[in-house]
């Protein structure tokens, strides 16, 4: 705007580059789409930043064979040797996080692990940011109209969604929640029998394993909580389904090990004594990578109020639905506050996951020979442009103000 007053405005030209290197750390639960190449591999390479991947102990074949496949395409596309590496060890994770060549970390796994990251990542002399995504307990909150119509139906749908994979999704309901009463009975003893006839499962690995096991014993330690299903005996390196129910008190005054995300196929059933209540209990939650809401239409009303609140919450907000599934979209959130990631502005799913490895730079007054493709008047690239407020993909008219 060279005729503005009091003063005119320069030619500003914005893009995103890459950050640089980012360290991507393999999930346990995932070996192929959260791990070697996942969605945080594939994001931080289309953002432009060479990948160091710190191989999953538990499945570090599979890691290997990954990268193999990705080395002989890295050769056949013709790019830059270097542009992925794998790194193996089980303590070489920190060292990877403050090397100083590393402009970004992808995490996938417990909340101890992420938090540890993003401590050791912002105690650099050049912090750098963190994409973790740690823990979530991932509610599922059972309105009562839809409750009375189809309990038998939505008991059989929780139960198949929180053994799905032995329980091993970061999106499986770890907790679900009505008001109490006849209804909510009913669902209680439908689900207990369902999980006592289910066959124990195996586990990705030992570890996992024992981890799900400490955490049963801290529910079963707990006076608030009582197991309704579940075997008490299991095969070696399989996993019961188990079944708990808690006090309501529990969420009311947030619990800590009912905010704890237990890493298998249990889940934990709560009832509230009215709506009042059930909101002070949703609103006691930390933050979730979603939050589930079963409803019928004569619910709605109460749910308006819900999901709001439950917005403010989870990354994603699901109707009559289950979580355990994560579509692969430009609409799609895989994120949420803490603790469910470390940085909520984000997704580790679907294609606004680039973002996180992209930073803008703004060019100002630039001569045009010097300007990158993207931000040249003839738009070479034929990119879909914001130009003066408005998205275009023809060339400039008038050339860059030199």
């Known amino acids: 705007l060279p005729q503005r007053s009091p003063l005119p405005r320069p030619d500003l030209r914005q893009y995103r580059t890459a950050l640089g290197p980012v360290a991507v750390f393999g999930a346990s639960n995932f070996p192929l789409a959260f791990s070697t190449a996942g969605g945080d591999t594939a994001a931080a390479l289309a953002a432009g930043c060479p990948i160091v991947f710190k191989a999953h102990s538990g499945h570090m074949i599979t890691a290997e064979l990954t990268a193999q496949a990705i080395e002989r395409a890295r050769e056949r596309t013709g790019m830059p ?20 060549a590393i402009q970004a970390v992808g995490f996938t796994g417990s909340l101890q692990g992420g938090r540890a990251l993003f401590d050791l990542a912002t105690q650099r002399p050049q912090p750098i940011p963190v994409f973790a995504e740690m823990s979530s307990i991932n509610p599922v909150v059972i309105l009562p109209k839809a409750l009375a119509r189809r309990e038998q139906r939505i008991a059989q749908e929780l139960v198949s969604s929180f053994t799905l994979g032995c329980g091993q999704f970061c999106t499986k309901p770890g907790v679900i929640v009505a008001l109490r009463g006849a209804a909510f009975e009913r669902l209680t003893e439908t689900m ?12 990705l690995n030992a570890g996992t394993l024992e981890h799900y096991r400490h955490g049963l014993t801290a529910l079963d330690a707990h006076p608030g909580m009582r197991r309704l299903a579940g075997r008490s005996e299991t095969p070696a390196l399989r996993a019961a389904v188990q079944l ?69 919450k989870a990354g994603r907000v699901l109707f009559n639905g289950y979580p355990t599934g994560v579509e692969v979209c430009d609409a799609m959130v895989h994120g949420g506050p803490y603790p469910a990631t470390s940085d909520a ?43 003066n407020g408005v998205y275009t993909r023809d060339p400039l008219v008038s050339p860059a103000q030199n």
């Open 244 to 312: 708990y129910q808690a006090e309501g008190a529990l969420l009311l005054q947030a619990d800590p090990l009912l905010q704890q995300e237990v890493f298998g196929p249990v889940s934990i059933l709560v009832a509230m004594d009215d709506e009042a209540q059930l909101h002070a209990a949703l609103a006691a939650l930390q933050g979730q990578l979603t939050a589930t809401l079963l409803t019928d239409d004569d619910d709605l009303a109460m749910a308006a109020g819900l999901t709001s609140l439950l917005a403010r």
């Open 192 to 203: 207990s029998a369902l999980v006592n006839a289910a066959e124990p499962q195996p586990m």
């Open 81 to 100: 040797a270097g542009v992925f590496n794998m790194i193996f060890g089980n303590r070489v994770g920190a060292d990877l996080v403050q090397h100083p």
């Open 345 to 387: 502005r984000g997704t580790s799913v679907g294609t606004l996951a680039i973002e996180r490895f992209l930073r803008p730079v703004c060019l100002q007054n630039t001569p045009a020979a010097l300007l990158p493709p993207a931000l040249q008047d003839a738009n070479p690239l034929n990119l879909l442009r914001l130009v």
